[in-house]
């Protein structure tokens, strides 16, 4: 399909229109190496995995991301995309490498696991012979870049020819092709003015867009993603932080959302009260983070990290003490629909997810838990096959004592309290994502519990999925 650049290609010419091997095809991989396809490039995806590499090449997306299944199919027809775990081939092949294997939390540690990253980095140093650059998308601790480019120059038999970068990824789920095709910055970790260059012909296509271009250093590069993730979980637990207190004084945590939206200081965007953050990355970024400061010496200076996610982690607590309310002050016994599984609407992303937490706990003080995800179920019945699922929302709700709306897929959102009242044991309702209409459940003779809302609040909420990294 694709022809290989000779080995005696000159060292040092920048590569007007590269050739892009994306390692590890993943959530991120993939996507960026079917979007880098859909910009005119020829794309090698390369993976260990021979199962997920099958599964691609065969036109299938093992994970749910809109528009990505379509996307895949274009670039296979087009003959601009392939897929294999042959490293060798990559090195040949490839002019720009992006590295984009997992760092998944530690298991003895807060700390970030670099096994994949290392061992990715390395096997591209130990066969190059010819100028190329290597782009790390990970997100790492900051100085694994410093650390990575001795190990390269020393393994590669070319030396120091073999370039490092580091360029982080902004994508939220559920928006991740639309992130990557047009996202609202790119930031490059340089060390030179070459892989500079050949990054600026990587991304050509997006820059002459007018996309805001930061160039920085590679480890301020490295900053940024954690930086950002940081930033945005600590305006989640913020107004979750403010949901505690208004559960305390009779306020509403909606209506003082909304009054401090006006701000232009502060803005309404993620200031949505509800279960909170989870994900593959929120929560492993925000403790590697602090984790890695500690090591640095400067622990003091993001201590405020820890309760961020204690902060997290109490929302959910507090949504099981509603549910238990609910049910009469003990769930032995009692029916519960879960509706949710995923972290975030428009992913089948369990990680982590708030959702699935509340159902596990839900479970373990005795109720009947019946879990309903348009797309997670499978992932959630892999995690934990101990909970019941249902196939569709009114199989969920038959018969439940409680319903529990955990992630605010648009399905819940437009559902009729009328409709699901006739299907229901109680008309008990908790909403934990302030996604539903308070006063048209209480109308259709619902008991509506809410997140920082006294018991008998609540005004008009209509669904609005909020765009989660």
């Known amino acids: 399909m694709f ?24 959530y991120l991989g993939a996507t960026h190496a079917v979007c880098m396809a859909a910009l005119g490039f020829d794309v090698l995806g390369v993976d260990v995995d021979q199962e997920k590499i099958d599964e691609l090449t065969s036109g299938h997306v093992p994970f749910f ?40 939390q530690s298991i003895d540690s807060n700390a970030a696991d670099l096994t994949f990253v290392e061992r990715a980095f390395e096997a591209l140093a130990s066969r190059a012979h010819r100028k190329a650059l290597l782009v790390g998308k990970s997100t790492v601790p900051i ?50 003015g070459w892989a500079e260059r050949q990054l600026r012909a990587v991304y050509a296509p997006i820059l002459r867009r007018g996309t805001p271009l930061v160039v920085a250093d590679l480890a301020t590069a490295e900053l940024v993603k954690v930086a950002a993730n940081s930033f945005l979980a600590t305006k989640i637990s913020y107004i979750n932080a403010m949901a505690e207190v208004c559960e305390a004084t009779g306020a509403d945590v909606d209506v003082l959302a909304e009054a401090l939206s006006y701000d232009e200081r502060i803005g ?23 984790h ?68 596990r706990m839900l479970a373990l003080e005795g109720a009947i838990v019946v879990v309903y995800d348009p797309e997670a179920n499978e992932n959630a019945h892999r995690t934990y096959p101990d909970l019941d699922y249902a196939g569709s929302l009114r199989e969920a709700v038959t018969d439940a004592d409680v319903v529990a709306l955990l992630t605010e897929w648009e399905e819940f959102g437009r559902a009729d309290p009328d409709e699901i009242g006739a299907l229901v044991n109680r008309r008990r309702i908790v909403d934990g994502r302030h996604a539903l209409d308070a006063v048209a459940y209480r109308e259709a003779g619902w008991t509506f ?10 005004h008009v909420a209509p669904y609005e999925a909020e765009p989660v990294t």
């Open 3 to 26: 022809t290989t650049r000779s080995p005696e290609t000159t060292l040092d010419p920048v590569v007007d229109h590269p050739r892009i091997t994306v390692l590890g095809v993943g």
């Open 65 to 104: 991301e809109p528009g990505l299944q379509e996307q895949l199919s274009e670039m296979l027809h087009a003959g601009r995309l392939a897929f294999t775990t042959d490293f060798d081939q990559a090195v040949r092949f490839g002019d720009v490498h992006f590295i984009c294997v997992g760092t998944p």
């Open 143 to 192: 100085g694994t870049a410093e650390r990575l480019t001795a190990m390269v120059t020393a393994r590669a038999p070319i030396g120091d020819a073999l370039e490092l970068a580091w360029n982080p990824e902004f994508l939220r789920e559920g928006f991740a092709v639309d992130d990557t095709l047009h996202p609202d910055r790119l930031v490059f970790g340089v060390a030179s």
């Open 268 to 290: 309404g965007r993620f200031l949505k009260p509800g279960l909170g953050f989870g994900g593959g990355c929120l929560p492993k970024d925000l403790r590697a983070f602090a």
């Open 292 to 359: 890695r400061a500690e090591e640095l010496g400067v622990g003091r200076a993001v201590a405020f990290l820890h309760e961020i996610d204690d902060i997290n982690t109490r929302r959910r607590l507090r949504f099981v003490d509603l549910v238990r309310d609910l049910a009469g002050g003990d769930l032995q016994g009692a029916r519960v629909a879960a509706l949710g599984a995923a972290f975030k609407p428009n992913s089948d992303d369990v990680r982590d997810a708030p959702a699935l937490d509340v159902a």
């Open 449 to 458: 519990r809410a997140l920082g809302q006294p018991a008998g609040a609540g």
